[in-house]
């Protein structure tokens, strides 16, 4: 299976005999040699690709399991996420945009909604329809000049790039829901340290992703939480 | 909201929003503002961007023997068709709902105290403690001086209003944490619309304030 070896031509060509591959099991698919996820996603949208699921499921699931587990999750409703998670995948993969984001942020996006929907669901019934609040957000500088490869590859560079401190205060928040009050209690450092932190890491990720200098927005931008001046 | 908004989320929120760590009351009135602001979507893009880098490193964890073929056997299953969204709809003359909002049931304006109507929005997955609420307050009108059990977040949909932290127009949001107290005004000019979603009771100063407190359901 080398079909994804040049996953640009393989999109738009199509692949000679995929209908032969639907009805196979797990077993009959060797281990793709280097798909990249988008040309997995973008196969799935344009032609219902088995093997291209089976190939993003070999290698997003389990991430998706851990990482489910990691945000509180028991085993078994991890597993169960992941399970939803792909399948969405399957579902949902001609809202793909390699223009909009990378497959890896699309996947994450969705991955989110379905934990955010599962907890809200074991709570109250929630209708069916996606909920507007979850919806992705918008193209963020919808230019021509804007190349979202480009623009996510700085932004992962700057996560790399934070001072260690500020970078485990970001981390966290994906993991813990009261981040603020958890963050100060497991760290122990003061609340206003880790909104500071916070604040100066996601000013600098944004101004990456709009490749901009500045590493911050200014003060008086921000609204004031609580407090008298 | 045709206006760049002045007053945003703290990035906390915005990477809470972006993480799914909001409740969810709080990220409806975060996706209010979202809809007005190129700014605030570049933050949360960046943050989702980042939950993406985080899941990417995520250690692969062994999965269920039968995963793939349960996955496999689910992928013919006929799937929900998303409804096709609602159509706009204003909240009043020339204050469109936000999109938000629009799968949501709205239903009218009730009085609760003078120059003070509120429509108390059912938010699917609302956590207990939670309460969504449209205001609308007449120009000149002062609320009562409150603070908050818990965090809470106001994004203006039309007029404005004003507090010891400042003005704040359409598409600004004001965050309150349970450490301030404050008693905002509307300005003058046209009613101030706004959303609000809060977490924990209000904590009303003043005997007035208090005694109507039961009754308002705050």
């Not at chain 1, 990482?67 to 509180?72: D, E, I, P, Q, S």
């Not at chain 1, 699309?106 to 919806?135: E, H």
């Given at each position: 299976m080398n079909e994804y070896a040049s996953p640009p031509a393989a999109c738009?060509?199509?692949l000679a005999g995929a209908e032969a591959l639907d009805g196979m099991t797990p077993d009959d698919i060797a281990p793709p040699a280097s798909p990249d996820d988008a040309s997995l996603v973008l196969a799935i949208?344009?032609?219902?690709?088995?093997?291209?699921?089976?190939?993003?499921?070999?290698?997003?699931a389990p991430r998706l399991r851990s990482w489910f587990m990691r945000t509180g999750l028991a085993a078994?409703?991890?597993e169960d996420?992941?399970?939803?998670?792909?399948?969405a995948v399957w579902r949902k993969a001609d809202t793909f945009d390699p223009n909009r984001a990378s497959a890896a942020t699309w996947i994450f996006t969705i991955a989110r909604n379905q934990r955010i929907d599962a907890l809200r669901r074991a709570g109250r019934p929630l209708p069916d329809a996606d909920d507007p609040s979850l919806a992705p957000a918008e193209p963020v500088a919808p230019d021509a000049a804007y190349d979202v490869a480009q623009a996510e590859q700085r932004v992962r560079a700057a996560l790399l790039d934070l001072p260690a401190e500020q970078a485990e205060v970001v981390r966290l928040a994906y993991f813990e829901d009261r981040p603020h009050g958890e963050i100060e209690r497991s760290l122990g450092i003061p609340l206003g340290t880790v909104k500071s932190r916070l604040r100066l890491a996601m000013g600098r990720l944004r101004a990456r992703l709009l490749d901009r200098d500045a590493p911050d927005r200014p003060m008086q931008d921000q609204s004031r939480v609580g407090g008298r001046p | 909201m045709n206006r760049t908004p002045k007053h945003h989320p703290t990035e906390s929120t915005l990477l809470r929003f972006a993480a799914g760590r909001l409740p969810a009351s709080h990220a409806l009135v975060v996706a209010a503002h979202l809809e007005g602001c190129p700014a605030c979507r570049a933050g949360v893009r960046a943050a989702e961007i980042v939950g993406?880098?985080?899941?990417?490193?995520?250690p692969a964890a062994v999965m269920a023997e039968d995963a793939l073929t349960r996955a496999l056997a689910r992928l013919d299953e006929p799937a929900s068709k998303p409804a096709p969204p609602p159509p706009a709809r204003d909240l009043a003359p020339g204050v469109p709902l936000p999109a938000a909002l629009r799968d949501l049931a709205v239903p009218r304006w009730r009085w609760m105290a003078p120059g003070i109507h509120r429509i108390a929005l059912d938010i699917p997955g609302a956590a207990p403690g939670e309460r969504a609420y449209l205001l609308r307050v007449a120009p000149g009108t002062e609320l009562p001086e409150h603070g908050h059990e818990g965090e809470e977040i106001t994004c203006i949909l039309s007029g404005s209003f004003s507090d010891t932290t400042g003005t704040y127009g359409p598409g600004d949001v004001a965050e309150m944490d349970e450490e301030g107290d404050h008693r905002p005004v509307a300005d003058a000019g046209v009613p101030c619309i706004c959303?609000?979603?809060t977490q924990g009771r209000l904590r009303m100063r003043g005997l007035l304030a208090r005694l109507i407190q039961p009754l308002v359901g705050v």
């Amino acid at each position: 299976m080398n079909e994804y070896a040049s996953p640009p031509a393989a999109c738009r060509a199509g692949l000679a005999g995929a209908e032969a591959l639907d009805g196979m099991t797990p077993d009959d698919i060797a281990p793709p040699a280097s798909p990249d996820d988008a040309s997995l996603v973008l196969a799935i949208a344009t032609r219902r690709d088995r093997a291209a699921f089976v190939a993003l499921f070999s290698r997003t699931a389990p991430r998706l399991r851990s990482w489910f587990m990691r945000t509180g999750l028991a085993a078994d409703r991890a597993e169960d996420l992941a399970q939803e998670t792909m399948l969405a995948v399957w579902r949902k993969a001609d809202t793909f945009d390699p223009n909009r984001a990378s497959a890896a942020t699309w996947i994450f996006t969705i991955a989110r909604n379905q934990r955010i929907d599962a907890l809200r669901r074991a709570g109250r019934p929630l209708p069916d329809a996606d909920d507007p609040s979850l919806a992705p957000a918008e193209p963020v500088a919808p230019d021509a000049a804007y190349d979202v490869a480009q623009a996510e590859q700085r932004v992962r560079a700057a996560l790399l790039d934070l001072p260690a401190e500020q970078a485990e205060v970001v981390r966290l928040a994906y993991f813990e829901d009261r981040p603020h009050g958890e963050i100060e209690r497991s760290l122990g450092i003061p609340l206003g340290t880790v909104k500071s932190r916070l604040r100066l890491a996601m000013g600098r990720l944004r101004a990456r992703l709009l490749d901009r200098d500045a590493p911050d927005r200014p003060m008086q931008d921000q609204s004031r939480v609580g407090g008298r001046p | 909201m045709n206006r760049t908004p002045k007053h945003h989320p703290t990035e906390s929120t915005l990477l809470r929003f972006a993480a799914g760590r909001l409740p969810a009351s709080h990220a409806l009135v975060v996706a209010a503002h979202l809809e007005g602001c190129p700014a605030c979507r570049a933050g949360v893009r960046a943050a989702e961007i980042v939950g993406g880098a985080l899941l990417a490193e995520m250690p692969a964890a062994v999965m269920a023997e039968d995963a793939l073929t349960r996955a496999l056997a689910r992928l013919d299953e006929p799937a929900s068709k998303p409804a096709p969204p609602p159509p706009a709809r204003d909240l009043a003359p020339g204050v469109p709902l936000p999109a938000a909002l629009r799968d949501l049931a709205v239903p009218r304006w009730r009085w609760m105290a003078p120059g003070i109507h509120r429509i108390a929005l059912d938010i699917p997955g609302a956590a207990p403690g939670e309460r969504a609420y449209l205001l609308r307050v007449a120009p000149g009108t002062e609320l009562p001086e409150h603070g908050h059990e818990g965090e809470e977040i106001t994004c203006i949909l039309s007029g404005s209003f004003s507090d010891t932290t400042g003005t704040y127009g359409p598409g600004d949001v004001a965050e309150m944490d349970e450490e301030g107290d404050h008693r905002p005004v509307a300005d003058a000019g046209v009613p101030c619309i706004c959303l609000i979603a809060t977490q924990g009771r209000l904590r009303m100063r003043g005997l007035l304030a208090r005694l109507i407190q039961p009754l308002v359901g705050v």
